[in-house]
């Protein structure tokens, strides 16, 4: 990517957001890109699509004919018919850049609007110049709402905002490089993300010598009782999960309080609950009544533990330590609140990431083709292995020690993708606003480059699951 050079000549286009543009650039307003459609399933059969600000325009799976991420609706006839190359946009989510051009036929949402282009508007040039954050920010001043959870982008808001038009063979020339460029960055992320699965597996391992057999390799052993974990120390017990823990379910997002007062609270999803850690880039917020948040209110040293979706993530759990507060959790994730006179929550925890812990929930989940849900029940009758407190928190420090090389180095390969991550939104926005001129670099692209960036985004797959999002849209 070095090389690039800004344009020869540039004016001032009259807006607000990219100031200066390509001197044969224009400014149009969106109105006359793109418009409306409006068709409709009849039979609710067609492939599911989902939109996130992450991934864009995805397929959605389902369970036992219900999709994967719980949408509430009972037919899926009337729901709205994508194209390939069409624009799909979440209204309710627009202003954090939840919209995209589609690769696949399918059907949305019907509270997601669908735009078809006009012929000298390339679909996936305002695909990137759409999502980007100058234009984002545009879209947010243009949206709809009160505050910010509840900002809406309708059609005639859209229509109203500007966006740079190049010329027709040029958004070609600027696709094409978006392309190569962004197959580059996506097999250096692939690269990483193995590494990191590698050093992840390695780092279970170490975990479960230590929470399943001790620190002492000579001491006495009995059968645990558990088909698939074999002896454990003779002195340590076998209890179900709900004899030592309370669990709590999370608040479901789009429930009617009818005449109840609500208030605006943080509450973690699924994608902020990580295998040993909360990630808190993005905390969402939800309106509910007092007495909701009162029972769903998360306490310093929860257990949060995911509901599922792919298997991965199932009974995925991590300490919660009071980061903001007060905070919520919506109902794909559980607080499992362990009685610490028995029960340290870091154990727990650890606990959680272990090859039994995987197996109880795989085995007892409801599941279909790599996706997988538990329950609350289910999360209670597995079997916890209690040895005492005080050994409990020396396995702990030992644990600590022994696995801080192997964190350092995931912390690393993590900070190195997310470095990528900046580079490759910054490198699409000053192309797609015309500060780097790619016409001549994607003139001497080598076509095989270009069709590797078909491929699916490197992008962090717990980024993707935005549940909590379409399960509001979709009563």
Same mark, same amino acid.
């Given at each position: ?7 020869? #000549? ?18 149009? &307003? ?9 068709? &409709? ?52 989510? +627009? ?7 589609? #690769? ?22 305002? #695909? ?34 500007? +966006? ?25 992320? &692939? ?5 990191? +699965? ?52 999370? *608040? ?33 917020? $939800? ?26 993530? %199932? ?6 330590? +009071? ?9 794909? $994730? ?13 154990? =727990?925890?650890? %606990? ?37 407190? $005080? ?5 702990? $420090? ?20 997310? %470095? =990528?991550?900046?580079?490759? *939104? ?32 490197? %992008? ?16």
């Amino acid at each position: 990517m070095q090389g690039l050079q800004p344009y020869p #000549h540039y004016k001032d286009v009259g807006l607000p957001w990219p100031g200066k543009a390509p001197a044969h650039w224009v400014a149009r &307003r969106t109105k006359y890109i793109v418009q409306e459609v409006n068709a &409709r399933s009849t039979t609710g059969d067609e492939q599911l699509l989902r939109v996130s600000q992450f991934t864009g325009v995805t397929q959605r799976l389902r369970i036992d004919g219900q999709d994967a991420q719980d949408t509430r609706a009972a037919s899926l006839v009337g729901y709205k018919r994508v194209q390939p190359d069409e624009l799909v946009i979440n209204i309710m989510l +627009a202003w954090n850049g939840s919209m995209g051009v589609s #690769h696949f036929a399918g059907i949305a949402s019907p509270a997601y609007c669908v735009y078809r282009f006009k012929p000298d508007a390339h679909p996936w040039y305002f #695909h990137h110049l759409f999502r980007s954050p100058a234009y984002k920010a545009r879209i947010k001043a243009m949206s709809t709402g009160v505050v910010e959870s509840r900002l809406r982008l309708y059609s005639d808001d859209l229509f109203r905002i500007e +966006a740079l038009l190049p010329p027709p063979d040029e958004q070609a020339a600027i696709v094409k490089f978006l392309d190569w460029a962004n197959a580059r960055l996506e097999r250096t992320i &692939r690269a990483k993300r193995r590494v990191i +699965a590698l050093l992840t597996e390695q780092k279970q391992a170490i975990i479960h010598r230590a929470v399943t057999r001790g620190l002492d390799p000579s001491v006495p052993l009995k059968p645990s009782g558990i088909a698939w974990l074999g002896d454990i120390p003779a002195h340590w017990e076998v209890r179900p999960l709900k004899a030592v823990c309370k669990i709590q379910s999370g *608040t479901t997002l789009g429930k009617d309080y009818g005449a109840q007062q609500t208030y605006e609270f943080p509450y973690l999803r699924v994608a902020n609950v990580q295998a040993g850690y909360v990630k808190l880039s993005v905390v969402k917020k $939800v309106a509910v009544s007092m007495s909701e948040a009162q029972r769903r209110t998360l306490e310093n040293g929860d257990v949060l533990m995911t509901e599922g979706g792919d298997l991965d993530k %199932l009974g995925r759990g991590c300490v919660w330590e +009071a980061q903001i507060s007060p905070c919520l959790h919506q109902n794909h $994730v559980f607080a499992v609140r362990p009685d610490k006179s028995k029960l340290d929550p870091q154990f =727990l925890s650890a %606990l959680m990431g272990t090859p039994y812990a995987r197996a109880y929930f795989q085995m007892t989940a409801k599941q279909t083709t790599n996706l997988a849900a538990t329950n609350k029940t289910k999360i209670g009758q597995l079997s916890v292995l209690l040895p005492s407190v $005080v050994q409990q928190r020396e396995i702990l $420090v030992a644990l600590g020690r022994e696995t801080k090389p192997v964190d350092t180095a995931i912390s690393r390969l993590n900070r190195e993708i997310d %470095l =990528l991550c900046e580079y490759r *939104t910054r490198l699409v926005a000053d192309i797609v606003t015309g500060k780097l001129d790619v016409r001549e670099a994607a003139a001497h692209l080598p076509q095989d480059d270009v069709q590797a960036a078909l491929e699916p985004d490197a %992008l962090d797959p717990d980024e993707a699951t935005d549940a909590d999002a379409d399960a509001e849209l979709e009563e």
